[in-house]
């Protein structure tokens, strides 16, 4: 069988560097990848490494091998075209359709998914001509992920980095794994709500749940590769970030919910897949709560909390919003769940057994998706990601 092949493309940033990783994993996975340097990007890692850990010859011009007509002949062949990392100079050229060296007429001639893995100083990503081209970009269907957050050049920490190359590899993979189709998520802003609260009764004490928050990092590391800009909202989970995602972080159902309720302003989807806590305790004792001889201890009154997937579905933040929950349940699951999809009001409920080994921490899943529609779409058991792709299936489905 052919390779795929991949163009990976290298703009003039201080991460260039990491791209040779990205090209090793590329390569070491049966890739057949034709690196394509800007003139910048030389000036970080030569040629000869690029030429040598790809096997292909590089150049930056349309002025090598005419013969071969390579300004065409690398995008008209290519099953995935990545950049990383992409400066904000080559998002605006692509932007805007330049076409002065070999990368831009790479990108002009591609008909396959095109991923942008941006990185720079936080003050050019922030700028709004860059936002603008990168809201461009998205609309026309390329998957650009979100910087991470942490060191930049020098002694600067903010959010521009250049993700983990091995966290840009899953994404190619996930992205070649869909085929040529364009992804189906492009210039969507999705959130989603991972992980499980705390509620504290004490300093060093809180009641929780055992929710780990694997299916919504499955879900935001699925969308990302569907190219939604994805926003996720993490409650106790200690998990790592999945590369191309914003990360906002909640402890309690109260800041979970004012998270979410400011991401969702201009969401066009939201999935609330994590654990929420019904109840909190009532009262919070300022020190620890301790034990008295021949004393039982009082009972923890509890007070209800906000019910956020309610308010979410109800009060839609705009029009055509997609809200879907996720139910936790131990008996008569589909009963309850479908009783759920009509208490909350919300589009679609994934529904699950839960119990001492199900679900929870696990890498698996298996779930039915209730739709409003009266749809009951089963998903056998398998890996989480892929109950990720039914829902994200599901919701495109659905978006106008
Ligand atoms: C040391 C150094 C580091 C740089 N790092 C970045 C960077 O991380 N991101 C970026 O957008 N531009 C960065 N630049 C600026 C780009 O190199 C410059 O905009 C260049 O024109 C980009 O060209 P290219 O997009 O064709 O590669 C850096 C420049 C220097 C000198």
């Not at 092949?5 to 994993?25: D, H, M, N, T």
């Not at 969401?267 to 109840?279: E, P, T």
């Not at 029009?319 to 479908?338: H, I, K, M, S, Y």
């Amino acid at each position: 069988m052919e390779k795929p092949k991949v163009v990976l493309g290298v703009s003039g940033g201080i991460a260039a560097y990491k791209a040779c990783e990205l090209l090793r994993r590329l390569t070491e996975s049966g890739h057949d990848v034709r690196v394509v340097p800007t003139a910048s990007a030389l000036n970080f890692v030569g040629a000869a490494t690029w030429s040598a850990l790809s096997g292909h010859p590089v150049s930056t011009e349309v002025w090598d091998g005419v013969h071969e007509v390579p300004h065409v002949r690398i995008g008209q062949g290519a099953d995935l075209v990545v950049v990383a990392p992409a400066t904000a100079d080559v998002l605006a050229r692509a932007a805007h359709g330049l076409a002065d060296d070999l990368l831009t007429n790479t990108l002009l001639t591609a008909r396959c998914p095109v991923v942008f893995a941006p990185a720079m100083h936080t003050e050019m990503w922030e700028h709004p001509a860059t936002q603008e081209n990168v809201a461009t970009l998205r609309r026309r269907g390329a998957v650009v992920i979100e910087p991470a957050v942490g060191r930049l050049t020098g002694v600067d920490t903010g959010k521009g980095r250049l993700p983990d190359p091995g966290e840009i590899f899953e994404v190619c993979r996930r992205v070649l794994d869909r085929g040529p189709a364009a992804p189906d998520l492009a210039g969507r802003h999705v959130v989603i709500s991972a992980g499980g609260t705390r509620e504290p009764l004490d300093p060093v004490r809180y009641l929780g749940n055992r929710s780990s928050g694997k299916q919504g990092y499955a879900l935001a590391r699925t969308a990302v590769a569907r190219g939604a800009r994805v926003t996720l909202v993490e409650a106790n989970t200690g998990l790592p970030d999945p590369a191309g995602a914003d990360v906002l972080r909640a402890g309690t159902a109260v800041q979970l919910r004012e998270a979410v309720l400011e991401a969702a302003a201009d969401a066009d989807v939201v999935v609330m897949a994590a654990a929420v806590a019904d109840f909190r305790p009532a009262a919070y004792a300022t020190g620890k709560i301790k034990k008295r001889d021949g004393q039982e201890p009082e009972p923890v009154a509890l007070v209800r909390n906000p019910d956020i997937l309610a308010e979410v579905a109800g009060e839609r933040a705009r029009p055509g919003q997609l809200v879907v929950g996720f139910a936790a349940e131990t008996d008569d699951v589909l009963a309850n769940g479908r009783a759920k999809l009509r208490r909350k009001g919300c589009d679609l409920l994934v529904v699950n057994e839960v119990g001492e080994r199900k679900t929870f921490g696990s890498e698996e899943n298996e779930a039915v998706v209730l739709g409003a529609d009266g749809s009951e779409t089963s998903v056998p058991y398998g890996p989480k990601e892929a109950l990720a792709d039914v829902v994200w299936d599901l919701v495109t489905a659905r978006l106008g």
